[in-house]
């Protein structure tokens, strides 16, 4: 059996060696299923390398440059033949010494051709790591002619001009072209940025469409927030996080804002994807502009809109009913919370742990959706951050940490 | 190394800080609910949520006010609401 392992590949090189098994090829001569080997030298010719290195896309587009590549050394390697020669030449006094050293300087040449070439063959088994690493700037230049695929990494960076073009031409009418021209970055291909667009344009629809989510179940907080007596000076209705004020979030009611801003002010530029953390200037571009609804956490409606009914029973003690509310509320159980409306001062504490001093007003997480927003961030780490706030230093971190005690983080010793 | 791993979890950890944030949790609710649902020590939970209100101290203080509000503002309102109800509920009844 033709066994060939990429190790061995590098160290074959002239056909004579094919059969030798250092390089890890074992032909079985038994075997009925190779071809006659009649003459070793012609073995390059035979043996159909697409089959030992893998025909992918892009390796034939390999051979074009090559050429190239060993023109380049050849005149490298010329020059220093002719070199030789003169030299020899030069302190010719007896032909037959030159002409040693000059078959010497050309076998030289000849025997560094034939490795360049095998070599150039070898890299073309090890991939386009080893082009590119050998020949950049060749690898870049053919990016243009998109003659092969080469990988872009999409830097924060490169992301954030990305989007700002995209933010100017409007991301329906962003065509690749003119998102190339405004980005003015030349390793680009329109190949690169359609691709990277089509990813932007469906990550875009299922952010958007879990902020449609979130806003219909803000909605219900609304018209819950209306019941509630109207409007509450200076806060949200809905006990919504509001640092509006300072920061310029669009005041309530919500129900206005998310919908249409959600075209407009909404347009935060999304997650790089593969990086692990939000880039840094995008942050300051992000949330003051739209302080995102939890999107991840709240997609309980039915959990939020019945929960409201309870809270009223505890601190006026009276009538467990609110009998407008309640028509709406009775019906769906709701999940986490004991289900026993009457004894309706039970109901909130133990679970919630308000301990009578604090209102649920602001519609108190379950464990069930906390639990479920925590563990989308352990099972989904790399996930945008919801509100992307500054990060701390890790170095501070760490030292605070030290100073409590804590040595390693993640701590090795079990906690909880 | 160990540095990227510990920056990579305190990342983590700021993660779930801020889902809970979006559930208007205070902090020693959110040290709570960390050590309980993904086992965070609540020494790291409470080191990193002080570390994020330093880098973000406008946030947190409005956060803070929020917090607040809701405390004094909701039982009032909370009160008139029901009060209203009741009286509205009795009115319909009488119908």
Redesign the interface.
Known sequence: MLALSPATRDGCDGGSEFLDTTCGFSINPEDDEFPEFADHGDLLDIIDFDDLFGVAGDMLPDLEIDPEILAGDFSDHMNASSTVTTASDKTDSQGETNKGVSEKGHEEVVSKRDDTATESVTYDGDGERDRKRKYPSSASSKNNEGKRKVKVDWTPELHRRFVEAVEQLGVDKAVPSRILELMGVHCLTRHNVASHLQKYRSHRKHLLAREAEAANWTRKRHIYGV???GN?????KN?????????GFPPPPPVAVAPPPVHHHHFRPLHVWGH??VDQSVMPHVWPKHLP??S???HNPPFWVSDSPY??PI??G??PY????ATRFRAPPVAGIPQALPPHHTVYKPDN?FGG???P??L??SKE???A??????AR?W?P??????????D???S??HR???S????TA??? | M??S????????V???I????????SKE?CVE????????????TS??W???E???K??F???EE?QS???Q???E??????Q???S??SK?SDD
């Open positions: 019941e509630t007596g509450i000076n200076g806060r949200n006990g919504w996080l509001a640092p509006a004020p300072t920061i692990p953390t609804p939890p991840n956490a709240m809270w009223h601190h006026n009276t009538t609110l009998p407008t509310v742990g001093a604090r209102p007003v602001d108190h997480p959706s906390v639990d927003a925590i563990g989308d961030v352990l780490p996930l951050l919801p509100l992307g706030l500054k990060p701390p230093a890790v501070g971190v760490m605070e940490l409590h005690g804590v390693e983080v993640p701590p079990s906690c909880a | 160990a540095d791993s510990s920056a990579s979890y305190i990342h983590m700021q993660h779930m801020e889902k809970c944030l979006i559930f208007h949790m609710e609910a960390l050590s309980k649902h993904a086992n965070i020590t609540p020494v790291i080191t990193v002080k570390e994020l330093k880098e973000n406008e946030f203080k409005a956060y929020t509000n809701q405390e503002m909701s039982e309102e909370t009160n008139q609401m029901i209203k109800i009741i509205d509920s319909e």
